[in-house]
Structures are given as C-alpha cells and as structure tokens.
C-alpha cells in the first residue's frame, strides 16, 4: 500500500516514517510550504533530510496561497469579531487532512500519516477516533474536524506510542531529528505576538476603546479590542480596587467588559460547526465529557440541543472562561463523539 507522509521536519513525522517503513508500506513524505514569507519553510530542510535518509521520495508542495485563505485569514476574522480562534484546528481541516489529502490522492497514494498522537478505529460501520495511549501526548483535541472520508484515508502510526518511544525510534533510525526541540508557537507567529501579526497584515492598527463593567460604566481605555481574550486579568493597565479579567468583548461597540472571577463561569455554551465521528447524529440529552481548550481536562456534560451542524451543551458544573473561537470537544471515555466552534 503506498501511504504520503505529511513530513514537518520534527521528531514525530520522522518517526512516523520510519515505523511505516518498517511494517512494509511503500513510502513517500511530503511538505506543504504553508507561511514562508522569507523563502524556505522553516523544518523543510530537515524534513527532507530524514525523508533521503529513508531512502524515500521526498515533495514540497507550495499552498501558501491556500494557507493564507482558508486558515490565516479565518485567524484574523475571529480575533476581530472578538473570539479567540485555534489555528491549528482550521489548518487541519483545510490543509493537512484536506489540501494535502487531495495532493495524495491525486498522485496515487492511497493513504496519508501524520504524526499526531492519536488512535483511528473501525467499529459498527464507522472510522472513529480515540485519544492516544499517552495522555500526556493525546493530541485528539485538534483532530475533531476530520471526516470520515478523512479518517478512512489516514495512518496514525504514533497513537500506541510514547513521545519518549517515538524518539528512541528515530535515534536508532539515526534520523537528525531525534532530539529535536518541539515547537510550542503557531507557525506563522513565532514571536506569539498575535496582535503584531494581524496588524502588520491589515496594515492598519485597531483602535483604543473603552473597558467598561457590565453595568456599561467606563473603567478605563484599552488598546485595541485584538489585545485581550477571555479570562485575562494581567496587562489590563489600570487600577481597580479589585481583581477584574475580560469576561466580553463587544466587536460591535469596540469594547472590553470587564468583571469579577465569578462572572467568567458559564453552565452553557453553544457550538457550530459541529462534526460528529462516532455517531451520524447525536442524541438529545447524550451523556459526553467535554474540553473547552486544549490540555484541559474533561468535565460532565449534555447535549441538550442538537440541530444541524449546531449543538447546545450543558455542563454538570459552570465552567471558566469559556472563550468563542476556541473548540468544545465532546468524549466517551477515550473516544472522541465530535466537536464544534464554541460561539
């Protein structure tokens, strides 16, 4: 069986390769070029050395254009109507399970494999998804999004293993990205300065506005409505009598509503988006866990409402800073039901 494999120059890619290669798939690696302002991708180069030491074929395939419609762009939109948006997640339904997928498939290669820690099963007419044996690597959080048709077609070569196994791996493969650091930025915005970035690609800058209470009375001016997220009570710059963080941000208005702790609890949220891997539709009143953000721990929920690709969620307990923009995951036990952009 011939299998792509998305390659970003890291450990687990490489490692991901190297097992492929050793249970009998005929392989190649591939990267998209996705964000490269400056000319070469950073990675790319050490991508296609592990890929030669292989002894694979290695390709580049150049979407910046797509990149920069589809998952920059979405970037931008949410941050300025106010949310807070995970890249990763659009990225990797448009371009790494989408964009590249079709590329595979368009030059013969039935399956694609990534590195990503995470499990794919077949059970009951269905390819479902399940966190990775490691749950300190689980990485299911960021793959809710994926098809069927997607996960039909994908290999996931590290969900059965550890970061640490997945590195032993690639040392006795002597591939140069065994030790190599992990990368804990959004690749198009190395400095983290997400505010900086926006800007510089709008060129223009967003204006001051007022933060106020939820009474409407102006406690003070903020820089810049992009600035801030949910939850924040640091870098405000003002003085209060009392702890306050960002539980709102009004796009429309321009402002920031600032509140106590207590205020940033919410029972409720609602979804759109929504896609459903374990069932083709959910149950009104279906018992899941759900996480918010990643690297969080799940808590008890209910869908209580679920129509289209909308669904409503209510926790067994409040929870905090639920942030528009960011994904509510919903498990049963290990296995991942589906997901949707909190709004």
């Known amino acids: 069986m011939k299998v792509l494999i998305a390659m970003s120059g890291g450990v687990d890619s490489s490692a991901a390769a190297l097992l492929l290669r050793k249970e009998g798939y005929t392989c190649a690696g591939a990267m998209m070029r ?40 979405d970037f931008i939109n949410v941050y300025k109507a106010g949310g807070t948006p995970n890249p990763c997640i659009t ?18 290669y039935e399956k694609i494999a990534t590195g990503h820690y995470a499990k794919i099963a077949y059970e009951n007419g269905r390819y479902v998804l399940y966190q990775a044996d490691d749950p300190a690597k689980d990485q299911s959080y960021v793959l809710w999004s994926l098809t069927q048709d997607q996960l039909s077609a994908l290999l996931l070569p590290l969900g059965t293993r550890s970061k640490e196994e997945a590195r032993e791996a690639a040392r006795e493969g002597a591939l140069g ?22 800007e510089r690609t709008l060129g223009r800058t967003f204006p001051e506005g007022d933060f106020v209470d939820e009474a409407g009375n102006v406690l003070g001016r903020h820089k810049g409505i992009i600035r801030y997220t949910v939850g924040q009570r640091r870098g405000l ?43 083709a539709h959910p149950a009104q009143g279906l018992r899941v866990q759900a996480r918010i953000r990643y690297n969080q721990k799940a808590f008890p929920a209910t869908v209580t409402q679920a129509q289209g690709d909308t669904f409503r969620l209510e926790f067994d307990e409040p929870q905090r800073a639920v942030s528009p923009g960011q994904s ?16």
Request: net charge negative; proline share 3%.
């Open 91 to 108: 990225c990797n339904r448009t371009m790494k399970f989408g964009a590249f997928l079709d590329q595979a498939r368009q030059a013969g």
């Open 237 to 279: 710059g003002l003085s209060l009598r009392e702890p306050l963080y960002v539980i709102r941000k009004d796009a429309a208005k321009n402002q920031i509503v600032l509140g106590t702790s207590d205020r940033l609890f919410s029972r409720e949220l609602t979804a759109v988006r929504a896609n459903w891997i374990a069932c």
């Open 177 to 198: 990205t065994a030790d190599k650091k992990e990368s804990q930025d959004i690749c198009f915005v190395p400095d983290g300065d997400y505010a900086g970035f926006i």
């Open 328 to 343: 509510a995951v919903l498990y049963d036990g290990t296995r991942v039901v589906g997901g949707g952009i909190i709004v």
């Open 34 to 73: 996705l964000y490269a302002p400056a000319g070469i991708q950073t990675g790319e180069q050490d991508a296609a050395n592990a890929a030669a030491a292989l002894e694979m074929p290695f390709f580049v395939y150049d979407m910046q254009e797509d990149f920069q419609k589809w998952v920059i762009q």
